[in-house]
């Protein structure tokens, strides 16, 4: 899951990044405030990288996506792109955690063969 999750964040990383280079144009927004919103989204999708398999970062992970949904409010096409991005956070959830129980029962049924009396490992 671990893998998946990460190549998702690290996608939003720069989508976040172009964002708010697209947010910078806006004159009614503050280019410090445009900037210090975008670096902490792309620090917390950096960060989440490392806290996939914690307690929690999943759900971190759903918050981050809710927020880039909501910057549509700023940057339109964020609407699009944040459903886009949350879409493919749920598959990378969903199906790394498939990938996971299948490495697991992999690894199980390697262990019960080698433990196998008569079994040789040549």
């Given at each position: 899951?671990?893998?998946?999750?990460?190549s998702?964040?690290i996608?939003?990383f720069f989508?976040?990044?172009?964002?708010?280079l697209?947010?910078?144009?806006?004159?009614d927004?503050?280019?410090?405030?445009?900037?210090?919103?975008?670096?902490i989204?792309?620090?917390?999708?950096?960060?989440?990288?490392?806290m996939?398999?914690?307690?929690?970062?999943?759900?971190?992970?759903?918050?981050?996506?809710?927020?880039?949904i909501?910057?549509g409010?700023i940057?339109?096409?964020?609407?699009?792109?944040g459903?886009v991005?949350a879409a493919?956070w749920?598959a990378?959830?969903h199906?790394?955690?498939k990938?996971?129980?299948?490495?697991?029962?992999?690894?199980a049924q390697?262990?019960?063969?080698?433990?196998?009396?008569?079994?040789?490992?040549?």
């Amino acid at each position: 899951m671990r893998t998946l999750c990460a190549s998702t964040l690290i996608g939003e990383f720069f989508v976040i990044g172009f964002a708010g280079l697209v947010a910078m144009k806006d004159p009614d927004l503050a280019m410090g405030t445009v900037w210090t919103v975008s670096g902490i989204a792309m620090a917390l999708s950096v960060l989440l990288c490392g806290m996939i398999t914690r307690p929690g970062g999943v759900q971190l992970g759903w918050a981050l996506q809710i927020g880039l949904i909501a910057s549509g409010f700023i940057v339109p096409v964020m609407f699009f792109l944040g459903a886009v991005f949350a879409a493919l956070w749920g598959a990378s959830v969903h199906f790394g955690r498939k990938i996971d129980e299948a490495k697991a029962r992999f690894a199980a049924q390697g262990a019960a063969a080698g433990a196998q009396p008569g079994s040789d490992a040549a």
